[in-house]
């Protein structure tokens, strides 16, 4: 039996070993991640991005107890965590979450510590994503710590995004999500249960208004009731294609609370998705993400086979004794390989 | 007159117009720095990290103010926004900084907006930092918001690192900056005369110890008064090169307090570098970095000259179809050109 056909037909070990090789970005997984690609763009890839301390990790279990007992999904979670490049500290959530869900067959976690560059974390993901999709697992859950263009490259292999606040992060809310809001389906204000969880509702409520500025919302409890688009009609929005506004769900994961309202909304995207056909939209959005991380991954690694060390070294010597300027170095480096370009100069002319 | 002339000569309009082609990554900018290379390499670089709502651009703006008027050095402040790679966040902070800096030839900010690539942010950022060195700034400022790898390639420009911390964030403070302490020289807590301030001390105290294991700190009222290191002699430091202990300032730069101890920190920092000879370290360290971003982006710049839009988009559209992998797409686009690898396949073997 092939590796491929092994982890078609769901062995947890071989699919392991696959999971490992991919993330190494070894030939090995290569040869069979190609095998398995025909056999992806099933699963319902969903992105969950927070600072640390929203209680993302909790959320995302739940989330995964509910997949598994009440809609008996298979659920894969891939946990990336990008925030320290230097130490790594994806450990120790593994084994937090063992408890819950340790001895589940349907269910797989794995944890991906930072690989140096954002472009190899885009790709990795994605790449573990389709291991889970073509092994069958219905669920895919992408955690990652938000900000920053990285994990926003990352929320573009989702076809759902959360994002995860909290209470108590202070009126700097605004400044923080600027950019994540923009990616978020759906937001989630975790740990509801704490003091100033009604400002944090607020504070999301006028950013989702900045961010869809041309709706505006009126909630009530954390729920959608009216949409108002601008220019009139005024009262109900009037669009050929159906408009999908981010809902704002109050959760307390540690206590499983809003997790079954939160998985309804996240079933309401899937099928707003394929009716409006975002559905392919977002699948392209996702491959041209890895495609790009992966082009940009391989002409780093050809260019630096390519150039000795001690040539890059002797270069960059140059650079620091200011006899080269960089953007000269890099002219000298790329001159000195049998250069692809066409008729010269290019973008430098 | 050339530009890079006017530039040395301390032409503001000619700075400016050479930032802008700078940051536009123009062909101009380019030959441009190029010229003023040579003239680098003098400035003291000092960047500062740290979350929204740490009070980082006052703090920025406050050392400004006293490199200013203490100590008669001019100032240049680079911020660099990637929060926001949808919007562009970084214009309303030139509007606040400008009532206290205004009119003060001495003094240049510049603010820039993410550029979509993280390796194009930290070469742009270098680029910035190089244009002010040449045109004689004694000091250049980099604010950055921390977390992310990005962010730790823009430190790794810097000199002098500070990362800003406030109190009121909660104990999650150790997992937001797990990576990014690493690469403090110094840590501040600025808004100090919030409640939680003790907490926080004690918190990057703690940290501050996982992160230079070999060393145990003892410090009273946020001043290192002791440093063990192991394995023995337990008592003092002893090592043949100086060692750097990042100390712990409490400032609240909208009240201006502690900002000249601040300052007396990175004058310490600064005669450090000179002694030890960290400073040649981080010169080599930071234009390496600029250099991989330089090459990196260049590759990438080729690629998508040579390839036509309409070949990209037959073959994403086979990927979409799942007719061929991502890894097989590449394949295909880099053999589509005169491919410059040595005897094939390498890493794909």
Redesign the interface.
């Not at 391989?298 to 260019?303: A, D, I, P, Y």
């Given at each position: 039996m092939t590796q491929s056909s092994s982890v078609l037909s769901g062995d947890r070990l071989a699919l392991a070993r696959l999971l490992t090789q991919v993330e190494n970005d070894s030939?090995e997984g290569?040869a069979v991640?190609?095998e398995l690609?025909?056999h992806?763009?099933k699963a319902h890839l969903i992105g969950v991005t927070g600072?640390?301390?929203t209680g993302k990790s909790s959320l995302v279990n739940q989330l995964a107890l509910h997949f598994r007992r009440q809609d008996d999904k298979r659920v894969a979670i891939v946990a990336v965590d990008?925030?320290?490049?230097?130490?790594g500290?994806a450990v120790l959530g593994d084994r937090v979450r063992m408890r819950d869900l340790a001895g589940d067959s349907g269910v797989f976690i794995r944890s991906m510590a930072?690989r140096?560059?954002?472009g190899g974390l885009a790709?990795a993901t994605?790449s573990m994503a389709q291991v889970f999709d073509a092994a069958g697992f219905d669920i895919v859950m992408i955690e990652t710590?938000g900000?920053?263009?990285?994990?926003?490259d990352i929320a573009k292999l989702a076809h759902t995004t959360l994002v995860v606040e909290a209470p108590?992060?202070?009126?700097?809310i605004q400044?923080?999500k600027?950019?994540i809001l923009?990616i978020a389906d759906i937001l989630v204000i975790n740990k509801a249960d704490r003091p100033g969880v009604e400002n944090t509702e607020k504070a999301l409520k006028s950013m989702l208004e900045l961010a869809h500025p041309s709706q505006h919302v009126f909630m009530h409890h954390g729920r959608v009731i009216e949409v108002h688009r601008d220019p009139s009609p005024p009262r109900a929005a009037q669009s050929d294609k159906p408009i999908w506004l981010p809902p704002i769900q109050r959760t307390v994961a540690t206590e499983g609370t809003g997790i079954a309202e939160l998985a309804g909304s996240i079933a309401k995207h899937l099928a707003h998705l394929r009716q409006s056909g975002d559905w392919a939209a977002r699948?392209?959005a996702g491959?041209?993400v890895?495609?790009d991380a992966?082009?940009?991954e391989?002409?780093?690694?050809?260019?630096r086979?390519?150039i000795p060390q001690k040539q890059y070294d002797e270069i960059?010597g140059k650079?620091?004794n200011?006899?080269l300027?960089?953007?000269?170095?890099?002219r000298v480096?790329?001159n000195g390989?049998?250069?692809?370009?066409?008729g010269g100069s290019?973008?430098?002319?």
């Open positions: 030939a290569r991640l190609a690609f025909p992806t763009g600072a640390p301390g990008p925030s320290s490049p230097f130490t500290g930072s140096g560059s954002l790709h994605a710590v900000a920053g263009q990285g994990e926003v108590g992060f202070g009126d700097d400044a923080i600027a950019g923009e699948e392209r491959l041209e890895e495609l992966l082009i940009q391989e002409l780093v690694n050809r260019f086979d390519e960059l650079v620091i200011r006899n300027s960089p953007w000269e170095a890099v480096l790329m390989r049998v250069s692809p370009r066409r290019g973008k430098t002319k």
